[in-house]
């Protein structure tokens, strides 16, 4: 059984019951979703601030986009890009940060900077130096499934499976394992077909035993699932984010913070009867019972 709780930086978060939502801030000109928006420093600190308005309980700041067909680029530049990004933030607001990084050189920097988090797309795989950065900084981190082909037996054992090695990575370099979030992988390594598997059988990873991420936002399962382009996924991240709630993830990675957090307390309301919802200002209708008669409260 998992912990009920988790500290990432100076917040504990409640991983038994609650869904959080992570902010994403790309300081990249070229991430799929939102490249060249927020690589300029009032940018990205006007947009983080706009996040944290709107809900969000960390931010998760990358400085090398990992779209299909990316170009890679140095760890110094992805360190230029990043650390002071970083402490500027850390300075300004009171919120988690996380390093979206898969390079033990960039997640050094970024946790000097003030980073309390590293989220490796590559679930410690791909530098193996990694591991000893976290933990000898007793960071958090965020885990994700990948690999380099998409040859699986059975898929969601195989996922399993490399989620479990990825786990002995990280106990072998004494990670603590209340530090630990596992993420699927959506659109990595998958087809789109792996990739609905996942999103629909989300639950069954909650045997491995750690609180789970669902980055699904504005991703290409959901283009093609809906034939839509970037910029017009919102309303498929927000299925896919019912589903997380449902499936029981502590975290979605998003792009569209406001719009996610009201999906997220609309299905908590639902699934836990109204118990921590928030009274809407004026709403003096909460215990009136609605039908489709002379009660309705409105059309």
Same mark, same amino acid.
């Not at 490249?35 to 400085?63: P, S, V």
């Not at 980073?115 to 130096?129: E, H, R, T």
């Not at 991420?213 to 019912?242: H, M, N």
């Given at each position: 059984?998992?912990?009920? +709780? *988790? ?13 959080? #939502? ?5 300081? +990249? ?21 706009? *996040? ?5 309980? $960390? ?9 299909? /067909? ?12 990043? @650390? ?28 000097? @900077? ?6 490796? #797309? ?20 965020? $885990? *994700? ?5 998409? @040859? ?16 002995? #990575?990280? /106990? ?9 979030i596992l993420d699927p992988g959506v659109g990595f390594a998958k087809t789109y077909e792996n990739n609905l598997e996942i999103i629909r059988r989300l639950g069954e990873l909650e045997e491995l035993g750690f609180p789970l991420? $669902?980055? +699904? ?25 019912? $589903? ?21 307390? *609309? ?25 489709? /008669? ?6």
């Open positions: 059984m998992r912990k009920k +709780t *988790m500290q990432i930086g100076n917040r504990i978060f409640d991983v038994a019951d609650s869904t959080y #939502i992570m902010g994403i801030l790309n300081v +990249t000109p070229d991430s799929f979703s939102d490249g060249g928006q927020y690589n300029h420093t009032d940018a990205a600190l006007r947009h983080t601030e706009k *996040m944290i308005a709107e809900g969000a309980d $960390l931010i998760d700041i990358g400085g090398e986009s990992t779209r299909p /067909g990316y170009k890679k680029i140095t760890d110094d530049e992805e360190i230029e890009r990043t @650390a002071g990004i970083i402490e500027l933030i850390k300075d300004r607001f009171d919120i988690p940060v996380s390093i979206d990084t898969y390079k033990s050189k960039v997640a050094s920097a970024a946790l000097q @900077a003030g980073a309390d988090m590293v989220n490796d #797309i590559w679930g410690l795989k791909y530098d193996k130096a990694l591991a000893k950065v976290i933990s000898g900084a007793q960071a958090a981190c965020c $885990l *994700m499934h990948n690999r380099r082909e998409t @040859a699986y037996g059975d898929f969601m054992e195989d996922v399993k499976t490399d989620l479990r090695e990825t786990l002995a #990575i990280a /106990g072998n370099a004494g990670i603590a394992e209340d530090k630990i991420l $669902l980055g +699904t936002s504005q991703k290409s399962v959901i283009g093609f699932a809906l034939d839509l382009p970037v910029g017009e996924r919102l309303e498929g991240t927000l299925a896919t984010t019912v $589903l997380g709630v449902l499936a029981g993830c502590a975290f979605v990675r998003v792009h569209d913070v406001r719009e996610n957090k009201r999906a997220i307390q *609309m299905t908590k309301a639902i699934l836990e009867g109204g118990r921590h919802s928030g009274e809407m200002a004026g709403d003096t209708k909460k215990n009136v019972p609605l039908s489709c /008669g002379e009660n309705r409260e409105e059309t």
